[in-house]
């Protein structure tokens, strides 16, 4: 089963994200992440999410996703070219020893620390998934207090390989 | 205040002018109250008031299947809201254009667990093609003008509109709008030229096709062009439950209902075919069984309006999406008249080997009943059923002979449908007579409907086919639960004639089948109220041919040979004339 990743325009109206979520748990479609925001248009909102699934099955998400009222556009990233970002807030333990490699730890994955603390500090990043899942499980071993992740947001490239 | 300004009630009844509604089935109450009072002095449009607000679905559903058009429902908030669910789920299965409007509890107590709130926006999301709550009197007229829109275009589905009872007390000057524009919602109704080309190619080439017509060729009013196309290519058709009376019962091309009660000889005939062609049905898994072997020497073509009902059970050849009447319309000139005589011929054989049947006998078969209300009626009669055996044996043995005459709850299979229904259809159609065909265990699940039917005098045939037993519950226990009749038998019965005496209707039993026919024909004469027919039908007798649920063709069960083998209990003629 291949994750796709799913590019939603929809009504940026009262319970219109409740109808997606919805039609995934009615129909028992898997949500592996989903984000939300406004998108270049105020009066929509831009939802992706990515879903594990066979084909016929991402099939029939996109036929259910486009037959809602509210939907307005649904695009399959998954076979072109997109770019994908996922942002992580990581506090995780840290001490006199334990800091400075924290801190070059954070460096090497060209992150930020945005809070400091006698006993930790957190760590933001931006990358793809698989970028914050190594960061993560770099951190691991330290003690990680809390995570809070995004999910991916994604668009497709303007150009499709050499231009 | 401006000649043109309006309250939202005041609004709301105009514009269901606008919308020509000639009926609206509905329930009074507290949060709707204010638009009752504009509804009181209004004689253009018909409110009905049914005994509980799911007959009320039911009764605009079966309106709406027996007219074409959009089904109305007013309800009050909360508990009145709540009773609809069942209704809007069955209109959303089975694709009936309905608009339900359920009154909300003011906009400043939303969300405050006020008197008779519940949220039937969240509740019936996942039931509804869409739903909308009104939040501001200055979105009422455009809001209904798109429930009214989104309900009856595309594939057609219940919408509904939550209105807040200070919304439809505030004023606006009203004016309805002529179109409504949805940018997320497009039907698309032309086919695609280049896949109508596939399939003719496909259809060209075939020498033993097969035409499964489900409820969408009767939804696009496609019937004339069905029986063309039929016609010319000389192809038998096998419908869906949804689909009777799509194609005529008694043409030599039809092949009846396919599927986990349909005839054996479509069945087989799908199972052998080379060419099947989808119209307007959605391989449903009662027509299906296990998809990965339905039909399984067939390239597949499938014509439906919605994208999502292609490939989603059985992986298909050829997918045309769009309405089926535009599709069939410029298929016809480009397919040529196959020679079937073979084809033909073999399915006639496999009918004379595996016919439907019944043994008929002193106790009444209700097969035979069905089979005599089709003669009476010549196969005109507009017929609700439920759900179970009353609606297999129905659909079996009544001919349809036209569309919109079959009135059932095919996809959600609700029982207590087939009465209110019955109700709805009556008002819609006032030229043929309305059969509701029931079990002695659904009439009891909205008999007090019966009030709305006698009240409203109309000249409504129920017919019970009482074999004391949930019968077909009862039937899958008998066949794969060893004979455990667990919790099926309905004893405590009430007397169907003094009850329907007592709503002012007329009521008749018997259990001879020599006075079936008697009593059908003294029916037909009365025309001012209600008729309601208790039959007691032989108790344990089960529909046959069966292909048992996710099974196939090789598994299907016909009719025992003999009717020993049956083994028939005693007719259920307790308290019977």
């Known amino acids: 089963m291949k994750k796709h990743t799913i590019s939603i325009l929809v009504e940026n109206k009262f319970g219109a994200l409740n109808r997606i979520v919805g039609l995934f748990s009615a129909r028992g479609y898997n949500i592996d992440s989903i984000s939300v925001g406004t998108s270049e248009d105020d009066s929509v909102a831009r939802v992706t999410i990515v879903s594990k699934g066979d084909d016929d099955v991402i099939e029939q998400i996109i036929k259910q ?99 | 205040m401006s000649t043109n300004e309006m309250t939202g009630a005041e ?56 007219t074409g058009k959009v089904g109305v429902v007013l309800v009050t908030s909360g508990p009145g809201a709540t009773n609809t669910v069942t209704g809007i789920a069955d209109a959303h299965m089975d694709s009936v254009p309905l608009v339900v409007f359920t009154g909300q509890v003011a906009t400043h107590l939303i969300g405050n667990d006020a008197f008779q709130e519940a949220d039937i926006i969240g509740i019936t999301r996942s039931i509804t093609k869409h739903n909308f709550l009104v939040k501001d009197v200055k979105q009422l007229a455009w809001t209904i003008k798109a429930a009214f829109h989104i309900a009856s275009t595309g594939r057609p589905g219940p919408v509904v509109v939550d209105m807040p009872k200070d919304v439809m007390a505030s004023t606006t000057p009203f004016m309805y709008p002529k179109e409504v524009k949805l ?29 499964y017509v489900g409820g969408g ?23 869906t439950l949804m689909g009777l009376g799509a194609y005529p019962a008694g043409d030599e091309l039809s092949m009846g209902m396919l599927g986990m009660h349909g005839t054996w000889y479509s069945n087989v005939a799908v199972d052998q075919c080379d060419c099947l062609i989808a119209i307007g049905s959605r391989f449903d898994d009662r027509v299906t069984g296990n998809p990965a072997m339905f039909s399984p020497n067939s390239k597949k073509i499938h014509i439906d309006i919605d994208p999502s009902a292609i490939s989603k059970n059985v992986k298909v050849d050829v997918p045309i999406v769009g309405d089926v009447r535009h599709v069939l319309e410029r298929l016809i000139p480009l397919v040529n008249p196959l020679d079937t005589k073979d084809w033909l011929a073999q399915i006639e054989e496999w009918r004379g080997e595996h016919p439907l049947r019944y043994e008929n006998g002193e106790e009444i078969r209700a097969q035979y009943v069905i089979e005599k209300i089709y003669e009476i009626t010549k196969g005109e009669a507009v017929i609700t059923t439920d759900v179970g055996q009353n609606q297999m044996w129905a659909a079996q043995f009544y001919g349809y002979k036209n569309p919109r005459s079959n009135i059932t709850s095919g996809g959600l299979g ?47 045939k129920i017919v019970i086919l009482n074999n004391g037993y949930l019968g077909m519950v009862r039937q899958w226990q008998d066949l794969f639960y060893k004979k455990r009749y667990s919790h099926v038998t309905l004893g405590n019965n009430p007397d169907f004639v003094k009850l329907a005496e ?74 019977a004339k």
Do not use: C, W
Request: charged share 25%; glycine share 8%; hydrophobic share 40%.
């Open chain 2, 414 to 460: 609700t029982m207590g449908f087939s009465f209110p229904a019955a109700i709805g259809a009556a008002f819609g159609v006032e030229d043929r007579p309305v059969f509701s065909i029931n079990g002695d265990g659904g009439i009891q699940m909205n008999i007090q409907e019966m009030a709305t039917a006698a009240g409203n005098k109309l000249p409504l």
């Open chain 1, 65 to 163: 996703l486009n037959k809602l009222i509210d939907v307005t556009k649904v695009m399959d990233l998954t076979y072109d070219s997109y770019v994908e970002r996922e942002l992580v807030l990581v506090k995780v333990a840290a001490n006199r020893n334990t800091r400075s490699e924290l801190m070059q730890i954070s460096e090497i994955f060209r992150s930020k620390i945005i809070d400091i603390s006698p006993r930790s500090i957190t760590i933001e990043a931006t990358g793809s998934e698989q970028k914050v899942d190594a960061l993560i499980k770099m951190l691991d071993p330290f003690g990680i207090k809390e995570i809070a992740r995004t999910g991916r947001v994604a668009l497709k490239r303007e150009f499709e390989g050499a231009v």
């Open chain 2, 502 to 575: 007592s709503f002012g209707a007329t009521g008749f039993v018997t259990d001879k089948t020599d006075m079936v026919v008697p009593i059908l024909k003294e029916a037909m004469k009365i025309k001012d109220r209600p008729v309601l027919m208790d039959f007691r039908t032989i108790r344990e007798d089960n529909v046959y041919p069966m292909i048992p649920g996710g099974g196939t063709v090789a598994q299907m069960l016909d009719y025992p040979k003999s009717v020993k083998e049956l083994k028939l209990s005693k007719a259920h003629s307790e308290g």
């Open chain 2, 11 to 66: 609004i709301f009844v105009k514009s269901l002018m606008e919308e020509n509604v000639d009926y609206i089935f509905g329930y009074p109450g507290g949060a709707v109250i204010g638009v009752y009072d504009a509804l009181h002095d209004m004689s253009h449009i018909k409110h009905i008031l049914t005994r509980h607000e799911q007959g009320a679905v039911h009764a605009a559903e079966g309106y709406s299947k027996a």
């Open chain 2, 183 to 211: 940018r997320g919602y497009h039907p698309f109704y032309f086919g695609h030229m280049g896949q109508i080309n596939k399939a003719v190619e496909i259809i060209n080439a075939s020498r033993k096709p097969v035409l």
């Open chain 2, 217 to 239: 060729v009767i939804n696009s009013n496609a019937s004339k062009e069905l029986f063309n196309l039929a016609k010319k290519l000389n192809a038998p058709v096998a419908m």
